[in-house]
């Protein structure tokens, strides 16, 4: 069974500043995909980063950046110099790509605030 | 171009009653996935498609909740005899396919369902 847990329900972060979001994972699929999604409180959710897990190299994005420790099991989102728009509910997923399904399982999420 | 559309945006509707929501993928997107979202939570699998069969419906609760993609293009879930507890927000999102590459998910604003 595939399983996304994230640890912060809430964080804080003053603006320029950077932050982590933690994200670890449990699957038996050799093969699979992590993801980031933004929730704002509009409530679209928007996609952010992916990281695939032969990728070589972590995953960035402009200002994100996916600190993904395979051995480890974890895929944490690193959002550098935040922003007042930053302030949203964030959600780490994951799918595998040879166990036969290709669902996506999310995390509760964190909800990050940035603050002025 | 287009995102992924919902309609309606909310839908009130009474205990028993029977309740169809829309989901107008993106243009080209071959694969399309329901999600209910519930406060506080992150997105709930409910069954997806590639193409117009259901390929994993394992994520629908019951035998009330049942969904179709005729035309391989929009989808529409149905919910028959409404229970109070399936108030949530409703979420579809389309990927290019499945495939590594094609899989990253774009989702609509949501249907917010309210059962009285």
């Known amino acids: 069974a595939q399983k996304i847990t994230q640890t912060q329900p809430g964080m804080f972060v003053q603006e320029k500043e950077a932050v982590t979001l933690d994200c670890t994972y449990d699957?038996?699929?050799?093969?699979?995909?992590l993801f980031w999604y933004k929730q704002p409180s509009s409530g679209e959710m928007i996609f952010l980063i992916y990281?695939?897990?032969?990728?070589?190299q972590n995953a960035t994005e402009g200002r994100y950046s996916l600190n993904f420790q395979k051995a480890r099991k974890s895929a944490n989102l690193v959002i550098s110099a935040s922003q007042l728009g930053d302030s949203a509910m964030y959600f780490c997923?994951?799918?595998?790509?040879?166990?036969?399904?290709?669902?996506?399982?999310f995390g509760t999420g964190t909800r990050l605030k940035v603050l002025a | 171009g287009a995102g992924v559309s919902q309609t309606p945006s909310n839908k009130v509707t009474e205990k028993g009653k029977y309740v169809e929501l829309r989901c107008d993928p993106i243009s080209g997107h071959t694969a399309l996935y329901w999600y209910r979202q519930s406060l506080g939570q992150g997105p709930e699998f409910l069954i997806y498609?590639?193409?117009?069969?259901?390929?994993?419906d394992s994520g629908l609760p019951n035998d009330r909740f049942f969904a179709v993609r005729p035309e391989g293009s929009v989808s529409t879930l149905k919910i028959q005899r409404t229970e109070r507890g399936d108030s949530a927000v409703y979420l579809c999102a389309s990927s290019l396919g499945l495939g590594a590459g094609e899989e990253t998910q774009y989702f609509g604003p949501g249907t917010r369902l309210l059962v009285l």
């Open positions: 990281q695939g897990s032969y990728d070589q």
């Open positions: 997923a994951m799918r595998g790509f040879t166990s036969g399904t290709y669902k996506y399982i």
């Open positions: 498609f590639q193409g117009t069969g259901a390929a994993d």
């Open positions: 699957t038996s699929d050799p093969s699979y995909g």
